[in-house]
Antibody, heavy 124, light 110 residues
Framework: EVQVLESGGGLVQPGGSLRLSCAAS????????MSWVRQAPGKGLEWVSG????????FYAESVKGRFTISRDNSKSMVFLQMNSLRAEDTAIFYC?????????????????WGQGTLVTVSS | QSALTQPASVSGSPGQSITISCSGT?????????VSWYQQHPGKAPKLMIY???NRPSGVSNRFSGSKSGKTASLTISGLQAEDEADYYC??????????FGGGTKLTVL
């Protein structure tokens, strides 16, 4: 069974940093792109960042480019999101999600397994 | 990258069909056949319902179907059931190799 579990959320002051982790199991981790998607309280989904299966390619939304860094450790089946210079508007539930089975290229934008999310609150 | 445009809400009675639209640009919806649809119930993680415009993942009811014309994609739910009441989001691959979501549509089953 595919499982994705996020951790590392919490309360942080504006300008601070936080590192989110995502542990995956039940599939050949290195074969799949992974993404982070966030959802501000009462708002819609926002794609944040993605990383290729090898980790060689990374992608970011304009809203986080230069502040967030995505990475992965295929030996541990984990993906990370390092978040720096956090702002109040970054307050959200952050979901880790796996690209769907059998995808290639742009088709890997479809995310077929999601964790339950971890809440990040940026406030003084 | 601006969010894709969806209606804020739609409603229908049990047994009826509804359609949710998702409008983008030539740099996303209009440029690629990589539109996905997600269902999200309150307090739950999103669930993939449609990928690559028209395809259903294994286990998703065939009451859900997707289509696209130009820069607008659509999700149709036929034979509406109470359990379909949820928020629905479209997403698309973009020319920047990113993904963009729509603002979401709240479906109410009357």
């Amino acid at each position: 069974e595919v499982q994705v579990l996020e951790s590392g959320g919490g309360l942080v002051q504006p300008g601070g940093s936080l590192r989110l982790s995502c542990a995956a199991s039940g599939f050949t981790f290195s074969s799949y792109d992974m993404s982070w998607v966030r959802q501000a309280p009462g708002k819609g989904l926002e794609w944040v960042s993605g990383i290729s299966g090898s980790g060689g390619s990374t992608f970011y939304a304009e809203s986080v480019k230069g502040r967030f860094t995505i990475s992965r450790d295929n030996s541990k089946s984990m993906v990370f999101l390092q978040m720096n210079s956090l702002r109040a508007e970054d307050t959200a539930i952050f979901y880790c999600a796996k690209s769907r089975v059998g995808c290639s290229g742009g088709s890997c934008s479809a995310l077929d397994s999601w964790g339950q999310g971890t809440l990040v609150t940026v406030s003084s | 990258q601006s969010a894709l445009t969806q209606p804020a809400s739609v409603s229908g009675s049990p047994g009826q069909s509804i359609t949710i639209s998702c409008s983008g640009t030539s740099r996303d919806v209009g440029g690629y056949n990589y539109v996905s649809w997600y269902q999200q119930h309150p307090g739950k993680a999103p669930k993939l319902m449609i990928y690559d415009v028209t395809n259903r993942p294994s286990g998703v009811s065939n009451r859900f179907s997707g289509s696209k014309s130009g820069k607008t994609a659509s999700l149709t739910i036929s034979g509406l059931q109470a359990e379909d009441e949820a928020d629905y989001y479209c997403s698309s691959y973009t020319s920047r190799s990113n993904t963009v979501f729509g603002g979401g549509t709240k479906l109410t089953v009357l």
